[in-house]
């Protein structure tokens, strides 16, 4: 079966530290996998994929086909990057397998 | 456009009663999704809709959960009889293809609490 791996509940640094959220995973195909964020009393919005190479807000993820984990980084940390972020992989090109989240604390 | 539209955002419920999830998806959006959140856990998949049809219901409890996608309206979420394990937060999303490297607009979500 499909899974998605956080394996931090929560991570928390100083802001200007760079920040890594790791996400394994386990799929016999070709993986779509995906970042959203949780903002406190937001909803969930789409960060990155990776099939699009981008950065956003300064984050960065790369698609490690051969350790199968596709981490979250980004080299100095604010205090509004503060959410819940969940590593999501693409089943079949249409629901999602969601990690379990983890929650990022930027210290001033 | 508003976005994917949930309600009510709030809903308590005594065990035994009916509880009916409310989504309106984006405009030109055809697919619907629900997930559902459980206190400490991710995101789990329910089902997948598009108008008038159920795609995917792999994620749904085999019992007591149904779910429609009806011509007109809102997609529908329906648990009846409802138990205290059924509080939690259920999340709709649409996007407007059935790939989801379109991605996905979710809704603000409605937090259930059977009491």
């Known amino acids: 079966a499909q899974r998605v791996t956080q394996p931090e509940k929560l991570l928390s640094v100083f802001k200007g530290a760079p920040v890594e959220l790791k996400c394994n995973y386990s799929?016999?195909?070709?993986?779509?996998l995906f970042w959203y964020v949780q903002y406190s009393r937001q909803r969930l919005q789409l960060l990155l994929r990776h099939i699009s190479r981008e950065s956003i807000k300064g984050f960065t993820a790369d698609l490690n086909k051969g350790e199968t984990s596709f981490h979250l980084k980004k080299p100095f940390a604010q205090e509004e990057d503060s959410a819940m972020y969940y590593c999501?992989?693409?089943?079949?090109?249409?629901?999602?397998?969601f990690g379990a989240g983890t929650i990022l604390r930027v210290k001033s | 456009n508003a976005g994917v539209m949930q309600n009510p955002r709030h809903l308590v419920r005594r065990r035994g009663q009916e509880a009916r999830l409310r989504c309106s998806p984006m405009?030109?959006?055809?697919?619907v999704y629900w997930y559902r959140q459980l206190p400490e856990e991710g995101l789990k998949f329910m089902v997948y809709l598009q108008k008038e049809n159920i795609i995917d219901e792999s994620g749904m409890p085999k019992e007591r959960f149904s779910a429609e996608f009806p011509k007109e309206g809102p997609s529908i979420l329906r648990i009846q009889q409802v138990v205290r394990g059924d509080s939690a937060a259920y999340f709709c999303?649409?996007?407007?293809?059935?790939?989801?490297?379109?991605?996905?607009?979710f809704g603000s979500g409605t937090r259930l609490t059977v009491v």
């Open positions: 999303a649409s996007s407007p293809g059935r790939r989801g490297d379109y991605g996905y607009t």
């Open positions: 999501a992989l693409s089943e079949y090109g249409n629901k999602l397998v």
């Open positions: 405009k030109g959006h055809s697919h």
């Open positions: 799929y016999s195909g070709s993986p779509e």
